[in-house]
Nanobody, 127 residues
């Protein structure tokens, strides 16, 4: 059973940076599509970045394009999200997700395709 554990969240000033990590434990013999989502209070869960099994990185969500960067370290079984120039509207709970479905699966794909979720890490951007 694959498990995802996020870390790296916190409180920062506008313009600051954070790097989120998602450690993937469990069945390493199988490949997964991976993604970062976020959900602010009272809002729907938003997909912001994703990487397929073949290491193709989908275009980022417009809300984070040019500021956030997804990367993956296969040796460490860890997914990262580098977040720069953070804005108050980036305040949300950030989740890591995995999908074992074959084909083109990205953060714009329907949520039910993302079958494995971490518990999230909170990011707060405020002055």
């Amino acid at each position: 059973q694959v498990q995802l554990v996020e870390s790296g969240g916190g409180s920062v000033l506008p313009g600051g940076s954070l790097r989120l990590s998602c450690v993937i434990s469990g069945n390493h013999n199988r490949k997964y599509n991976m993604a970062w989502f976020r959900q602010a209070p009272g809002k729907e869960r938003e997909g912001i970045a994703s990487i397929e099994m073949n290491d193709y990185i989908h275009p980022y969500a417009n809300s984070v394009k040019g500021r956030f960067t997804l990367s993956k370290d296969n040796a460490k079984n860890t997914l990262y999200l580098q977040m720069n120039n953070l804005k108050p509207e980036d305040t949300a709970m950030y989740y890591c997700a995995a999908s074992g479905y074959p084909g083109t699966i990205g953060h714009r794909s329907p949520l039910p395709l993302w079958t494995i979720w971490g518990r999230g890490t909170q990011v707060t951007v405020s002055s």
